[in-house]
């Protein structure tokens, strides 16, 4: 093997070593002692109040959005003009179910926030 390529080989892994050292994972705390139950008795305190989760976010009216309809003999998709979105993906020769008149097979549902919506959405 050449010096230069064990040398190489040497140094990076140091480097390894060097890098777990310093931004390796933190040490968990050693474990408190518990203190003994001769000190004196602290005031109760209250519980911090229950945290409620955030209420879900509006659904968006897609029906009354300006939309482009785009189809063939294969497929049929609508693009909604905000966002530039896929409003509905539609596979004209695919069903739903093997029924003779089930609707064509849709491939974007609308049960989604904004979907498929690329735009940055601050909450």
Known sequence: M???ALLAIVLSFL????WHFYFGP????PPQQKQAATTTTQ?????PPAVLPPAPPPKVDLSAQKTWSIGD????????AQGARESSFQL???????????PPM???RDTAYLPLDVELISH
């Open 2 to 4: 050449d010096s230069k």
């Open 15 to 18: 480097l390894f070593l060097a």
């Open 26 to 29: 933190a040490q968990p705390p």
């Open 43 to 47: 005031p109760q305190t209250m519980p």
């Open 73 to 80: 003999s294969l497929f049929r998709m609508k693009i909604i």
């Open 92 to 102: 004209l020769k695919f069903k739903e179910q093997l029924k003779p008149d089930s």
């Open 106 to 108: 849709q491939m974007i």
